[in-house]
T-cell receptor, first 117, second 113 residues
Framework: AQKVTQAQTEISVVEKEDVTLDCVYE???????LFWYKQPPSGELVFLIR??????QNEISGRYSWNFQKSTSSFNFTITASQVVDSAVYFC??????????????FGPGTRLSVLP | DAGVTQSPTHLIKTRGQQVTLRCSPK?????VSWYQQALGQGPQFIFQ???????QRGNFPDRFSGHQFPNYSSELNVNALLLGDSALYLC????????????FGQGTRLTVV
């Protein structure tokens, strides 16, 4: 069965600090996709990144970086030099390859990040 | 280019009533999925529509039903509302098969009293 765990319920940091959000997943499929979404107070889920199970390269996009490690089933997300605008709930999600018609995500419970000025 | 739009934004219904939520996908997208997000939790997959048919369904009772129209827009219907149906209902659209990213709407906040 698919499962996504985000052990950190809430994190508070001071602006300009680095912060890492943890994500651990469970799946029996060898082909799957992992995602991170940001949910600001407006409610809309904003896509941040997609990674397939065959691509373990870490990725950096501006202040965001992602560390994918299949050996530990983890897909962690780091924000460097955090800003107040980064305050939101962040969700990690998993989609297995058997899903032939697009997104049937299993979401984690989310991590609420508060960046204080 | 409009993103995913959902209506209404907020809704209050009485227990036992029926409700219909609407979603217009992003331009060029033909697949629509619906999610229920209870307060403080991650979204839960309800079902997905492609080519006007329900293709996948999550662990939700038959009280939850849907429809997709030829223009790819979609409706989510919930019958015999329960207090526990109170949640944010999110619609996501994507383009066909494959693991492209899904674009989400801002959701409909349903409160059942």
């Amino acid at each position: 069965a698919q499962k996504v765990t985000q052990a950190q319920t809430e994190i508070s940091v001071v602006e300009k600090e680095d912060v890492t959000l943890d994500c651990v997943y469970e799946t029996r499929d060898t082909t799957y996709y992992l995602f991170w979404y940001k949910q600001p107070p407006s409610g809309e889920l904003v896509f941040l990144i997609r990674r397939n199970s065959f691509d373990e390269q870490n990725e950096i996009s501006g202040r965001y970086s992602w560390n994918f490690q299949k050996s530990t089933s983890s897909f962690n997300f780091t924000i460097t030099a955090s800003q107040v605008v980064d305050s939101a709930v962040y969700f990690c999600a998993l989609s297995e390859a058997g899903d032939n018609y697009g997104q049937n995500f299993v979401f984690g419970p989310g991590t609420r990040l508060s960046v204080l000025p | 280019d409009a993103g995913v739009t959902q209506s209404p934004t907020h809704l209050i219904k009485t227990r036992g009533q029926q409700v219909t939520l609407r979603c217009s996908p992003k331009s060029g997208h033909d697949t629509v999925s619906w999610y229920q997000q209870a307060l403080g939790q991650g979204p839960q997959f309800i079902f997905q529509y492609y080519e006007e048919e329900e293709r996948q369904r999550g662990n939700f009772p038959d009280r939850f039903s849907g429809h997709q129209f030829p223009n790819y827009s979609s409706e989510l219907n919930v019958n015999a509302l329960l207090l526990g149906d109170s949640a944010l209902y999110l619609c996501a659209s994507s383009r066909g098969q494959g693991r492209t990213e899904a674009f989400f709407g801002q959701g409909t906040r349903l409160t059942v009293v």
